[in-house]
């Protein structure tokens, strides 16, 4: 029989001394877990003490608690007499939720943020639109798109169009796919469904962030099911919607390769890892709505246990933000490629996200991955960081032939069709979106595919308007990128000291590809 716990002894329990919460009646102890924790461990001291059911349940996928915490940390459950119903503190907007936008009225990616912006949760909101320090790496990625303008073509027949494309061995009807982006469920009780069925009804990849508020077998099983009702001619059954793996590599090796071999026996078809996060960027808003929340609840106590730093002679104490590997390197690559292709002659292609200079991009090759995916995390992580078109052009300027030595895909302020096209031309084999998607899971099934349709319409006819009929005649003779080539470097250095001139180092890695 569980043993029953006093509310008021629980609440006891609020410090990184000793923190317990409650979730859905039960009383965990997360002492321990507070640096492993992968949303850092302000969260979990807020609600330290207190029931975190409303804030846990919408963002974590069932079994989370058994898999993290060891059975004796499963304290009991909380005796229901001694329970009030306080209403939880809250930080709203001054916004007029009753004005639900219709999505017919929404005209473009925008249209869709706007609309989604009136009916989700201000915490969600806070989440999704939230990036690093000054905001510089998000600037970077929604204006260097207008520094690369189209050069169209006139007097061609595009009467008919192919906008088809293999990604990653994988025929789809459009040349993009769904970011990793995580907590759907925060806008919509189905969250990551939604983008699985988006994906297979338009036969498009989506790729799951490892913290989906779904399952993973779950997506996987929505999308196989949905894939049966939908036939797309000239499509194999192999081909259309596709599920890939992203890939946060853990402190814990072990929980790593338990990640990967989760993924490998679902039937996911490709590995993406994120190596752009050794810490977590320091994301303002966020932290500021947050510690607005620490403050409502009349709990000031709770903002000094924040920030109180970790043990600094526990070797073993991650570093600040550090809520992943902050070890990860090249050479982890050849264990998390056996990993991924044991017990799988068909493995997917394995790929490398958060790719943001030139160098890497040609190290990513040396180490055989099969794709590099340029991101700088939604201007999420480092501030000030390049857009990944500009990464692109920068590629093409030091390294042009690893273009047709591995598959590029980027993301990173998309908003256009006219953009997905102008990456093309440069030579992106895809083109990936996060928040648009994550907006659209608000108006569930119908805001993605929205969102789908919209960016589907918006190529169609920007490749009419270009003068071609398909997407493989695009080439750079189509854009002129002057504007943005000024801010490519003119060389390149070898490791921390400018005096090191990479001429040599980039000649001797060009004669290794």
Same mark, same amino acid.
């Given at each position: 029989m569980s043993k029953m716990l006093n509310v008021n002894e629980v609440a006891q329990h609020a410090s990184r001394e000793s923190c317990w919460v409650i979730v859905s009646g039960k009383v965990y102890d997360v002492t321990d877990y507070l640096q492993k924790h992968p949303g850092g461990p302000q969260i979990l001291l807020q609600y330290g003490g207190k029931d975190a059911t409303a804030m846990y349940e919408p963002i974590h996928p069932p079994g989370t608690i058994e898999r993290n915490l060891p059975k004796d940390k499963h304290l009991g459950s909380v005796d229901p007499a001694t329970v009030s119903s306080p209403s939880s503190p809250q930080v709203t907007r001054d916004l007029d939720k009753a004005a639900k936008v219709p999505l017919a009225h929404c005209m473009n990616l925008d249209d869709v943020e706007k609309a989604a912006t009136r009916i989700i949760p201000h915490s969600a909101y806070v989440y999704f639109s939230s990036a690093a320090d000054s905001l510089g790496s998000l600037t970077?990625? @929604?204006?260097?798109?207008?520094?690369?303008t189209l050069r169209p073509r006139v007097m061609r027949n595009v009467r008919r169009v192919d906008m088809t494309r293999v990604m990653l061995g994988t025929k789809f009807r459009l040349p993009f796919f769904i970011a990793p982006a995580a907590r759907a469920r925060l806008v919509h009780e189905d969250g990551e469904l939604c983008l699985a069925r988006g994906a297979a009804r338009r036969g498009i990849p989506y790729c799951p962030s490892t913290y989906s508020t779904v399952p993973h077998d779950e997506l996987m099983q929505c999308l196989t099911e949905e894939k049966k009702k939908v036939r797309f001619r000239n499509f194999s059954p192999e081909d259309g919607? &596709?599920?890939?793996?992203?890939?946060?590599?853990?402190? #814990?090796?072990? @929980?790593? =390769? #338990?990640?990967?071999?989760?993924?490998? *026996?679902?039937?996911?078809?490709? =590995? =993406?890892? &994120?190596?752009?996060?050794?810490?977590?960027?320091? @994301?303002e808003e966020d932290e500021r709505y947050r510690a607005e929340l620490a403050t409502a609840s009349g709990d000031n106590s709770v903002l000094t246990e924040w920030y109180k730093p970790a043990n600094e002679d526990d070797e073993n104490s991650p570093p600040l933000r550090g809520h992943h590997s902050s070890t990860l390197n090249w050479d982890d690559l050849p264990w998390i490629r056996e990993a991924w292709c044991k017990g799988r002659a068909d493995a997917g292609p394995i790929g490398i996200k958060g790719i943001q200079t030139a160098e890497d991009a040609a190290l990513a090759v040396e180490y055989?991955? *099969?794709?590099?995916?340029?991101?700088?995390?939604?201007? @999420?992580?480092?501030? *000030?960081?390049?857009?990944?078109i500009r990464t692109l052009l920068e590629i093409r300027k +030091?390294?042009?032939? =690893?273009?047709?030595?591995? #598959?590029?895909?980027l993301d990173g302020g998309v908003k256009r069709g006219a953009d997905v096209i102008k990456a093309l031309c440069l030579g992106a084999r895809g083109v990936a979106l996060g928040?648009? +998607?994550?907006?659209?899971?608000?108006?569930? *099934? #119908?805001g993605v595919a929205k969102v789908i349709q919209l960016l589907s319409e918006e190529i169609e006819t920007t490749m009419r308007c270009m003068g071609v009929t398909s997407l493989d005649q695009l080439n750079s003779s189509y854009v002129n990128t002057k504007l943005l080539e000024v801010e490519i470097p003119d060389r390149l250095v070898t490791g921390h000291d400018d005096s090191e001139y990479s001429e040599t180092w980039v000649r001797s890695l060009k004669a290794r590809l």
């Open positions: 970077n990625n @929604r204006q260097d798109w207008k520094k690369v919607g &596709t599920l890939w793996f992203q890939l946060y590599v853990a402190h #814990e090796k072990s @929980r790593t =390769l #338990e990640l990967i071999a989760m993924a490998r *026996d679902l039937g996911y078809k490709a =590995l =993406l890892i &994120t190596v752009d996060t050794p810490v977590v960027g320091k @994301r055989g991955v *099969d794709a590099i995916y340029l991101s700088n995390h939604g201007g @999420r992580q480092c501030d *000030d960081a390049p857009s990944s +030091f390294y042009p032939e =690893l273009m047709k030595k591995t #598959e590029v895909y928040r648009p +998607f994550m907006y659209s899971v608000a108006m569930g *099934d #119908e």
